[in-house]
């Protein structure tokens, strides 16, 4: 049989379905954080769960037990942090292996972090764990697939793992990482056989090496992705699943021997096979082992195809077909010690054709349940199907077992309940549930059971209710607990008869009752049958016997029963034995019903009751031998059909209807009202004439009545009808039901999606819709069952219906109209329709209201489309909720009036989606916006201006939301049109001219006011004239009778001015005093011990790529530029493809060429054309006189192309040559810059940091008492004092064996009382760092400080429960005063390496001096003394002072940069000089400013200001913001030195202008003796720049990897080589084309294994 059309025979048997609806029953839960990463159940019942970074212990009914956190930890890609080629950072964990090992009582856990290294954990409880150091064993990479599981074999078992390569070809290594770095990478194999039987710490514990033997390893040979899906063991056998990149899915067999490596010797694999009709190739996402028997077993496969959102279908695949083939496997398979010949060998699925098909499924679980196969598919959308099939491989009944209602993927297999078969746990995103397997409860007699077809379920015949086999005693006995394998009949029945009290009853009195089924073997000599009425529970009779019981009925009995109304319940007792069995019988009363007034029973009624049908009397009687009795058929029509020999005649056939021609009865054919006589043509037909019809192209049922009493209707069980066609009209026949004139169509269904929790209204267009009475749709879903039916629908016209839907699951359904007694569904009238449940508002904007209410709230959210009605509302708001609307495809609600609290504040607002739950966001609501004026004004084209004044508020009211109306008189207004609304303002224009406006009405939302703008007139100037005269006299009067208090008050505001006069004198006297004084106080300068310069390469590197550690590519030679190849390998590899690229680059005139082209390209970003720049500078580093040459041309070519705004030359960085000067001169300028500018460049940024420390510095926003720049000043100053403290040092640690870090002495370190406990740190390893040496690195959260007193240590923290906390929630960061450390206090610095770490919080939570949530700091912190006065212009001269602090460093900078060691510039500048200069010559420039700016330009602003922003391009250091902001002051200052404009400054000038304003024009005068001194030495000869030239080059020989470089420049040669190609023979250069292909080739053939 076609198992397509098996499984349709199977949903019309089981339409009970018809629900498809997950029946609610209570589950238990566990909800997580994070996603799910595994699941694992063990024998004892504990349910083990890993998500990300943690791991869960459940119990049986999902409770948890223990938590374990796994993450995030400091890791990274190597073995060692040190040297890594990734820098490490704090990584989550993912969990990749969770394996329980019920043998030896444990559980193995292996995840990303320490390279798939794994933990043991104890069974009972996983916090109790030890750590195994072995990496690999996982993958540890999150996308790299990993699977594990235990083999049972014979000695001993072991661990079969199989992960992904993460190895240096594979697309999980960083771009750092590739070429001779330390990555760790994985050359053991991808799938091992290991030892899992060893104690942690064994050498031989996850080892898969197997002594002499070997490795029982399978490795790959070659660069190859293999995703590994599933692996098992059956038997002795070993399986094991993967998709091979996107190839078609491959599966590998093992034969279990007694030793691993025997076992990976037996190594077979085969390509799985599926129907060749897909376009693309499948790739498997989930399979499972069907165990059939000890011979025989199947797999099952879901199939994909990437990126689509087809069907996934089932397949299916004989295993033991499988073990018989030959062993090998495809080329890129290696065994060690192994020759085995690669083969292709195919295994074809059991059927070729799909098994089942869904959308979306993702994971498969299969199950033998009572020899029957039971699949367990979750899909993404979140349901868990549950697939019902024979061993035949025939689908029997797909279910939904659960759906969830987020529709979170179930990925996961489901895992069964080792204590309770009848549970399992399934898991979706971040939940797990415990559900049942199956509702056999629902099921409430062995009929539906049976016909349910679930293997689970089964009838309990003695407790008479469907249930599992274990809730069923004796439930192996086919007699006690009937399984689906039986037949319906074989369920357990009583019948009784007769069903019916008439004449035929009241002749034998007799009542009979037989069991069948299963209850016929209960049934014995001591079987006893009792008949009760169940109304009054009297007995009727009682009987016995083996097979049947005969109850006979006494005299009195038969009256009784006679005179019962109809119907009348029989409860009928069977015991036998431990048998009792109840069930009750409907009886029916024919003398009640032959007697009732209004006998309305049909034919078929009457006899299904057991009564009598007399045909000529029309009616349901007694008595059999009524006059035309019916029997046991009822006449009925059957079918409708043309007259063959003539058109104009209907044949109707009718059954059973001899009795109705023997009895002469005529009778009538009635359509749609229309009467026909009708005529017999022989005993089961009659004949009508067919009828005109006025409603065209609907469906008429036919009805057969009788002539004489038109009310008696023939039965018409079959609901015939005919279409209402007229042959009169053009193309139009009479038609039957088989034949359909016009043909109805559904071309369309709006909405597509619906909510699936609602009634939905849905609209169906199409033609020929009106052609039946009614209408019914059908809702159809899995496999085509029906899943719920729509009889609410309506027949607007013949070309749309209206119905509204029924509830149903969610997913893609198939829509069905079907009209009147149609049953099949016709393919025409179908359309596609998609239930949603999960409906999620995820944001509302704006979340800010006035209290009035009334703004537009615009919804964001999740499948917001198929919403119907929105309604919002205030928690606590009494109010009915309104309704949202829907605007340009969007919802937006209008937020409610919050008048009742009438006060601002955050509010919780409600939204309420029909059929989901309710959800709430918060709303902060702000008084109402005030307008209190408005002027109206005439503009140039005749319109009305009109201006409202506004207070500022926070509302941020935009256009849209304001009304403004013009009011005239008689109730008029005009609509003006706002074109502005600004925070103090609204502007309007009307059309008209008129200005006398007198009333305007502003509404915003529900909120509305009218402003009034009335003239002055003479009672109002009295007005103005009064009110200050009296107000004149009320202050005379006031003053005399209050002056004696007034004096008193005055005496007090002297002494309270008096108080303050002595606060600014103080505080002035402080600011003079330290102008005077300061500078002494960096005394410590000059003991700044060894500068840390970088090297040459390091600084080249920083300044070349300055974008290197912001999380941009930046290739691995940069990071690492040191020469790691001899110049000999070196050229042997340039042999080998990159000599012609190195030729070609050295062709000058190509470069050029080559620089310009790319400089065209729209995708050549200025990015771009920086790292071709430091490239090229690095690739010819070893040839400086060729890229002089190079770009001498390019500043040439430049030059030339801005001849029309000159001034504008080498201001930015947009070209090559930009870019590529900068490079140059910093190289050329390495030795003067070390030698002149270094040591008062440090000096500057350690006088810096020194002033930082003494004053305050506030820890949170970095802000100091000392500065140069205002945005940094802290003027919320407190009282603070110097203390000097004795500190100690223990910084050994087990790893430090070459150094003795504790054998320094105690040093004497300067701090604040006020600082903070890290800012104490920073300040004690300041000066260890500059006592001995910057080369001691330590990372600040691994010290800690320790306070000791008397004998005891006391940690000091930034924070810990000693912290005080404000009342918002906010807490002060710790100080040294708040611990009490007097002066001289001992504080020891001790080092602890792998400690864990406490997250303090955010810095929002945090505060020191400065509040956080105030400007002006109003709230007073505590533990910081007595506040300041609280100016900010009053300790503007901190800035400078901390200038004058700082003065003679800056002058040493600036005069260090200018200064010309025995009186000669550096050849770099005086070689750029002259170029500028012939190029002004050249160009006839007279004017010198332009060269003054050309010279700024190529010089400072290119060179020496990125140097002072950024000493750490120099010095081994780090530049925090604040110190940012200092370098930024003097290096505007440089830069304005240099400047020709002159600036205008005031009172109102920032002060980082004004600070120096005095001092600039001192240094413009000295930077023009600077050019002047360059311009008079000359020009330097050719000789001389060569040779200094070549100098550099030898001197730095060797030390970057310049043909690294010279490759990155390929990729730009090979990226752009066909518009390249075309601009060569444009410009002549066609003999270099062929160069081009030969590098084309040279990289294609690279980029096949990669580049680095």
Known sequence: MDPVKDVSLYVLLFNTLAALVVEVYPEDVFKFQTHIDNIAVSANGRVFVATENYLHQLN???????????????????????????????????????????????????????????????????????????PNVAAFHPEASTIAFLVKAQPVDYLVTATTSTGKFSRFVPPTCKVGSNYNENSDGTILLRNPTENVGDPKFLAFTEGESGDAAVKLNEAVELQYIHGFQWQKHIYILFNANNSVPEIIHMAISEYRVATVHSFSQATLLYPTSKKQALGVLSSALINLSSSQAFMVAIFSQQRQSENSPLYFYNLTQFNGYKKGGKSYFEIPNLKTMAINQDLAPIRNTTVFEHPGLLSVTARIVHDWIVLFLGTEDGQLIKLIMDRKMNVIRPIVLYEFENESPIRHKVAFDALDPNYLYLAANMEVRRIKVASCAKYKSCTDCLSAKDPYCGWCTLNKRCSFANECENSNNSVYWITIKEKINSCPEVTMSPLAIDDSFKNTKLFTVKGRGKLSNFMNENTTCTLRIARNNEVICTASNITKCSCQVSNNMYTQLKNQPDPVTIEVLIESGSLNYTTQFTVHNCYKIAEARFN?????????????????????????????????????????????????????????????????????????????????????????????????????????????????????????????????KPGCVFCTPERICTESVVKSLEPKRVASSRRAT?????????????????????????????????IKSDTLVRCVLPETTHGKKTACLLYDSEKDCAANRTAVLVYISNILITGIQPNLSWVSGGRGITISGRNLDVVEQLWTRLTGDPKKAAECSVINSSWVCESPSDQSSGTP????????????????????????????????????????????????????????????????????????????????????????????????????????????????????????????????????????????????????????????????????????????????????????????FLDYKHFAARTFFPEQGNGEYVPSFVSDPVVNVSPAAEENSLKEGCNALCNFLSNEQFLVTLIHHLEQQKDFTIKDRCKFASFLTIAFHSKLVYLTSVLDHLLKDLMDGSIA????????????????????????????????????????????????????????????????????????????QILKLDVSFQLNTEADYDSDLDSTPTLGVDVLDCDTIGQAKEKIFDTFFSRYGYSQRFQMADI????????????????????????????????????????????????RVNRPRTDSGTANKLCHLVSPHSEFAETRMPDQGKKKFKVKEMYLTKLLSTKVALHCFVEDLFRGIWSMPNNKAPLAIRHIFDILHAQANNKKITDPDVLHIWKTNSLPLRFWINIIKNPQFVFDMEKTPHLDGCLSVIAQTFMDSFSLASHQLGKHSPTNKVLYARDISHYKEEVKAYYQQIADMGAVTKEEMEIFLTEESKKHENEFKEWSAMVELGKYVQRYSVQLESKLEIDGMEEMKESILKIKEYFNSKSKCGWE
């Open 60 to 134: 049986q009914s999902l409770k948890l037990e223990v938590l374990n956190q796994t993450g995030p930890l400091l890791d990274g890609p190597c073995v060692e942090q040190q040297g890594c080629c990734v820098k490490w950072n704090k990584t989550a964990n993912m969990n990749k292996i969770l394996v329980v090992d019920e043998t030896r009582t444990r559980v193995l856990t292996c995840g990303t972090l320490r390279l798939g290294a794994c933990n043991v954990r104890k069974l009972h409880n996983i916090n109790q764990y030890e750590t195994d150091q072995r």
């Open 600 to 728: 309305n029973a049909t034919c078929s009624e009457c006899i299904s009751f057991g009564c009598h049908w007399c045909v000529v009397e029309h009616q349901c009687t007694h008595n059999p031998s009524c006059h035309g009795n019916a029997g046991q058929f009822c006449p009925e029509i059957d079918k409708a059909k043309l007259n063959t020999s003539s058109v104009m005649d209907l044949n109707i056939y009718l059954k059973n209807a001899k009795v109705l021609k023997d009895s002469n009865i005529d009778l009538n054919c009635m359509f749609d009202g229309m009467t026909q006589e009708a005529s017999w043509f022989n005993e089961s037909i009659i004949q009508c004439i067919r009828p005109q019809f006025v409603a065209e192209r609907r469906i008429i049922p036919v009805n057969i009545v009788y002539r004489k009493n038109p009310r008696i209707v023939i039965d018409n069980p079959n609901n015939v009808t005919v279409y209402s066609c007229d042959i009169q």
């Open 762 to 794: 849905v609209t169906i267009f199409g033609s020929g819709l009106s052609i039946g009475s009614r209408a019914v749709l059908h809702i159809k879903g899995i496999s085509d069952y029906v899943t719920a039916k729509s009889s609410n629908c309506t």
């Open 905 to 1092: 504040g955050t509010r919780i607002m409600l939204f309420q989606v029909s059929g989901s739950k309710e959800q709430n966001f918060s709303m902060t609501y702000q008084e109402n916006p005030v307008f209190y004026n408005f002027t109206a004004t005439t503009t140039d084209d005749k319109q009305l201006l009109i201006t409202i004044m506004k207070k500022k508020d926070k509302l941020q009211l935009n256009e849209s939301e304001i009304q403004i109306s013009v009011l005239r008189d008689k109730g008029n207004q005009l609509e003006c049109n706002v074109i502005e609304a600004i925070e103090d303002k609204i502007k309007c224009v009307l059309n008209t001219s008129d200005t006398s406006i007198s009333k305007i009405q502003v509404k915003v939302g529900k909120y509305e006011i009218i402003l009034i703008n009335q003239p002055p007139h003479k009672l109002f100037l009295l007005v103005l004239i009064l009110i200050p005269t009296m107000l004149l006299i009320f202050i005379v009067f006031y003053f005399v009778g209050t002056r004696r208090k007034a004096k008193q008050y005055s005496q007090r505001l002297n002494m309270q001015m008096e108080l303050l006069e002595s606060q600014f004198r103080n505080q002035i006297r402080e600011g003079f005093v330290e102008l005077q004084t300061e500078g002494s106080d960096i005394h410590l300068i000059d003991d700044y011990g060894t500068i840390p």
């Open 1205 to 1280: 705004q000159p001034k504008l030359l080498l201001r930015r960085t947009e070209t090559v040559v930009e870019k590529l000067l900068t490079n140059w001169v910093s190289l050329c300028m390495y030795d003067f810059l070390r030698e002149s500018v270094g040591e008062p460049l440090f000096k500057l940024v350690s006088a810096i940091k020194q002033q930082f420390n003494l004053g305050p510095v506030d820890a949170i926003s970095g802000k100091a008492l000392h500065t140069l720049n205002e945005d940094w000043l802290l003027w919320e100053v407190t009282d603070f």
């Open 1344 to 1391: 800690d400080l320790e306070f000791v007193q008397n004998g005891e240590n006391q940690i000091l923290q930034d924070i810990d429960q000693s912290s005080q906390v404000l009342e918002n929630g906010i807490k002060t960061l710790n100080t040294i005063k708040h611990y009490r450390i007097p002066a001289a206090g001992s504080l020891v610095a001790i080092r």
